[in-house]
């Protein structure tokens, strides 16, 4: 395996962030969002936060060997608007794209609670981690193509790759090099959000994978470009919003 660093980016703030938070805040049970969840395109705000991505990146691209990313439109963006006129190669991977929640996807807390209960309450059962919502992923689905993912990643030539995707891949490819296990992911989630536009760094010592940096957004502030939190990504130490089913990373 000659991967040694992995550099995983989640996409800049999407137009589905802000009208997820928008409902939540109002109290509405479903996101009024009539655009499919792979058409999702950056607000305003997220497209400077890509572009403050591609001041931090303009540092290091020298050292980074291969580009990936998710299919989804609002991660694409994120990339394109980071490299610029670069012309680097970038490899669309559809095992990146964000977690699909099947019936319950659309809906706010509020909507999940009113409209199937039924699967409030098996979510409550099973945990965060196995509940699959009927037509959609579990946390556990994802983390298996993810694993197949990196098989394929680390049977490249390259020494570095960035992937840029969303808020739970970059937690669950985290976690699956780190070796976590369930609780150990879902405390580390329920603290640790991953914030629109931000880095996590991960290196390989030869004989296990470092985390030096996670969610680390200072590029942003660095280049005035907003720090946005949106449901999914709840405030750090805050369990039981860490637990909402609401909107994980469109």
Same mark, same amino acid.
């Given at each position: 395996?000659?991967?040694?660093?992995?550099?995983?980016?989640?996409?800049?703030?999407?137009?589905?962030?802000?009208?997820?938070?928008?409902?939540?805040?109002?109290?509405?049970?479903?996101?009024?969002?009539?655009?499919?969840? !792979?058409?999702?395109?950056?607000?305003?705000?997220?497209?400077?936060?890509?572009?403050?991505?591609?001041?931090?990146?303009?540092?290091?691209?020298?050292?980074?060997?291969?580009?990936?990313? !998710?299919?989804?439109?609002?991660?694409?963006?994120?990339?394109?608007?980071?490299?610029?006129?670069?012309? #680097?190669?970038?490899?669309?991977?559809?095992?990146?794209?964000?977690?699909?929640?099947?019936?319950?996807?659309?809906?706010?807390? &509020?909507?999940? *609670?009113?409209?199937?209960?039924?699967?409030?309450?098996?979510?409550?059962?099973?945990?965060?981690?196995?509940? &699959?919502?009927?037509?959609?992923?579990? @946390?556990?689905?994802?983390?298996?193509?993810?694993?197949?993912?990196?098989?394929?990643?680390?049977?490249?030539?390259?020494?570095?790759?960035?992937?840029?995707?969303?808020? #739970?891949?970059?937690?669950?490819?985290?976690?699956?090099?780190?070796?976590?296990?369930?609780?150990?992911?879902?405390?580390? #989630?329920?603290?640790?959000?991953?914030?629109?536009?931000?880095?996590?760094?991960?290196?390989?010592?030869?004989?296990? @994978?470092?985390?030096? *940096?996670?969610?680390?957004?200072?590029?942003?502030?660095?280049?005035?470009? !907003?720090?946005?939190?949106?449901?999914?990504?709840?405030?750090?130490?805050?369990?039981?919003?860490?637990?909402?089913?609401?909107?994980?990373?469109?």
């Amino acid at each position: 395996m000659p991967m040694k660093t992995l550099w995983l980016v989640r996409h800049g703030e999407s137009v589905g962030n802000v009208a997820a938070t928008r409902a939540e805040r109002e109290g509405l049970e479903r996101i009024p969002l009539d655009i499919r969840d !792979s058409d999702v395109p950056l607000s305003p705000t997220g497209r400077e936060q890509a572009a403050a991505l591609g001041e931090w990146l303009d540092e290091r691209r020298a050292g980074i060997g291969a580009y990936w990313v !998710s299919p989804y439109l609002r991660a694409r963006e994120t990339l394109a608007i980071a490299l610029g006129d670069d012309p #680097a190669v970038t490899v669309v991977d559809e095992r990146l794209r964000d977690r699909e929640l099947g019936i319950l996807d659309l809906l706010t807390t &509020r909507g999940v *609670a009113r409209l199937h209960p039924e699967e409030a309450e098996r979510r409550r059962h099973l945990g965060k981690f196995y509940h &699959r919502p009927p037509g959609g992923e579990s @946390w556990a689905d994802v983390a298996l193509r993810l694993r197949s993912f990196l098989g394929d990643l680390f049977a490249r030539p390259e020494e570095s790759a960035l992937i840029v995707a969303h808020d #739970a891949v970059v937690t669950l490819i985290a976690s699956l090099l780190r070796g976590l296990e369930e609780q150990e992911l879902l405390q580390f #989630a329920a603290s640790n959000p991953v914030l629109n536009a931000s880095v996590t760094h991960l290196e390989f010592t030869g004989e296990e @994978w470092d985390m030096p *940096a996670f969610s680390d957004v200072r590029h942003l502030r660095d280049e005035g470009a !907003s720090v946005t939190v949106h449901p999914g990504t709840p405030e750090v130490g805050d369990p039981e919003n860490a637990e909402a089913e609401t909107e994980p990373g469109r």
